[in-house]
């Protein structure tokens, strides 16, 4: 923890004297005063950022069915969100028990992803009826802390005891966020920054997500929400139609300057330095999005032309095919319930779409053979592991 820091960031309260003591840290309100220094190199990051968004949010119209590609976007976020904060769980391990498979991952983290999605699904729904708010952010809290390892550490409740980051205590935290009794003024004035229609969304949605950061409000979950509060804070000032910014996989990649920024923020106001930083992010996972719609479009297309030579058996193929872009790990016995026909008939499409060399089987076993829709699952998993 820093022994000084700028009066633009905050300011550092006293809360223990002697060995054990130890300083917790109030940030200022927003907007930062002195207000933003919209630099050169800022306002090119700006401009960017801004125009690599607005292509992310035109390209999924492009795909036949963008709720698919939403639907598989907000679970690769989920993954990447929780393995930030130490889950081991996969795209694959998720997909697989969505698809009643026994992937072999831990039920905990298969329950801290499943959670994250849920969470993420709730707060959209809310958003149609419900401004964004300290009551929606607790419901929010409350869905993604249910039923974890850390639910008991009052989910859906701001915190009512001190917090740290870091070391084991506070003395030897590597930051401590404000005192209990400073949380809901804090909070509050987060409120209503939140609703300040003067600052360019884009740039609100970066400085609230610094900010939840530093106030730190629940026991347990707040990297993830401050992670969904970027996302929600875009859908709900319609910069985005749909959620389909997700800036974890940047954080993740670039974790130590992360925190290097936040940390700038509170020590020395360095507002400037965490938006160039951000808005890099939003810049590269829009491309990286974008490229990836633009991918999954051409692989369909392909695809098609490939099953479109089965004659006859084109029909249950093609049923097949649009399946796999929601569950791209699939067993005979799914593709059966899921599609309505008979196991022979479930059988010989997914033989067909093998022997295109669309699905690959993946269990080795005899019975209850696993398979995959390896190319789909290449271009979504991009950045998130390596599996075999």
């Known amino acids: 923890m820093f022994s000084e820091v700028s009066p633009r960031g905050g300011k550092l309260v006293v ?11 109030v940030p200022n309100p927003l907007p930062p005063t002195p207000s933003l220094q919209i630099d050169d190199e800022l306002g090119r990051l700006m401009e960017h950022a801004n125009r690599a968004l607005g292509r992310l949010d035109g390209s999924t119209y492009t795909l036949p069915n963008p709720e698919l590609f939403l639907y598989m976007y907000v ?9 930030i904060e ?9 997909l697989e028990h969505e698809g009643g498979i026994d992937g072999g991952s831990s039920p905990d983290d298969i329950q801290e992803v499943s959670n994250y999605v849920a969470a993420m699904n709730y707060g959209l729904e809310r958003l149609r009826e419900l401004p964004l708010s300290l009551r929606l952010i607790r419901e929010i809290h409350e869905r993604l802390m249910r039923g974890l390892r850390g639910g008991h550490k009052s989910p859906g409740e ?9 070391g084991t205590r506070p003395g030897n935290a590597a930051f401590v966020p404000p005192p209990a009794h400073e949380v809901l003024p804090c909070l509050g004035e987060l409120e209503k920054f939140l609703h300040d229609e003067s600052i360019p969304p884009l740039l609100k949605a970066g400085l609230a997500h610094a900010q939840f950061e530093t106030i730190h409000p629940f026991l347990d979950g707040n990297g993830r929400m401050g992670r969904l509060l970027i996302t929600l804070l875009l859908c709900h000032d319609q910069v985005l139609q749909k959620p389909l910014l997700y800036l974890s996989l940047f954080f993740k990649e670039h ?17 400037e330095g965490w938006l160039k930083y951000y808005l890099l992010g ?38 097949l095919h649009a399946l796999l872009y929601q569950r791209p790990f699939i067993t005979i016995t799914v593709v059966s319930r899921e599609l309505g026909i008979s196991k022979p008939s479930a059988g010989k499409a997914v033989s ?19 398979f995959r829709y390896k190319p789909y699952l290449d271009i979504i998993m991009a950045g998130t592991e390596r599996y075999s």
Not at 18 to 24: D, L, Q, T
Not at 86 to 94: H, I, K, M, P, Y
Not at 158 to 165: G, K, P, Y
């Open 255 to 271: 974790r130590q300057e992360y925190y290097e920024r936040l940390n700038a923020v509170r020590r020395d106001g360095d507002w």
């Open 15 to 25: 809360q223990q004297q002697g060995p054990e003591g130890y300083s917790a840290f």
């Open 282 to 319: 939003v810049a590269e996972i829009s491309k990286q999005a974008t490229d990836a719609a633009k991918s999954i479009m051409d692989l369909m297309t392909t695809d098609r032309q490939k099953i479109a030579g089965l004659g006859k058996a084109a029909l249950s193929a093609l049923q």
């Open 86 to 94: 130490g889950t081991q769980a996969s795209l694959a391990d998720l």
């Open 75 to 83: 679970r690769k976020e989920a993954v990447l969100s929780s393995q």
């Open 352 to 370: 067909n779409l093998v022997t295109l060399g669309i699905l690959s089987e993946v269990s080795g076993k005899k019975r209850g053979r696993v």
């Open 158 to 166: 701001f915190r009512t005891t001190q917090n740290w980051i870091g």
